[in-house]
């Protein structure tokens, strides 16, 4: 790993002025959305759903629902489910994909200012490595606005990569073919000192097209995570590894972090 200043698999750690509005409503589409439609997000909906301790009936906020793949299954279990996203194009999809249900509900929005009245919900899930693009600023300012629309006994549960899992599995490059015949490459460097990861992701298309987008993200440690989640007013935390096995946290598994009020 290399020290904060250098440099890395042709990658430099200067900041990375980031279009985030610009990946999630056209890269994404064509590189996360094919892979992740071939597995089942419904077990891990409904397992972060149950840590909450929430049952069917409750009111439930999925921030960032993205394209509604964990927000359509735990609505189908019988929870009142709004889904937010602050993409107009990932809102879109999951209104197509819930059809004529009556929940999901979707609603463009930022985290960072949820639009709800106080104390709306009785869970919240924050799920799929959701923080740790905007700055830990920004972090903080979502976590005090999942508190701030949480119903006294309600929890939060925040499903992530960690920095110790990362530390253990950090690779410098990767490349998938896609479903469609195009590949994904992604060349990643690691600065340890402020933690942050840096990737220049490439989708290379059948047709030849190519598309670059270069981002940044922080995976916090179980230590800052459980201080920011602390200053944003929540009285407990519960942390474990992995939605389904939920297994005591460690490098061996991403961390599930369950902050009750």
Known sequence: MAGSGDSLSGLSYTRAVTDWDAFFDSLYFETYIPRLDSKDAGPEALAAVELSGATPGADVLDCPCGFGRHSIPIADAGYRVVGVDRSPEQIAEARRRAGDREWPQFAEGDYRALPFEDASFDAVLNLFSS????????????????????????????ETMHRDRLMAIFRESDWEELPDGGYVLERRAFDSVTGLVQTKHVLIRPDGRRSEFEYEMRPYTATELDRMLTDAGFAHTEYLGDLLKREPLSSEHRLVAVART
């Open 131 to 158: 923080l740790g693009y905007h700055g830990e600023d920004a972090d903080c300012q979502a976590l005090r606005e999942f508190r701030r629309v949480l119903r006294s006994g309600g929890a939060l549960v925040v």
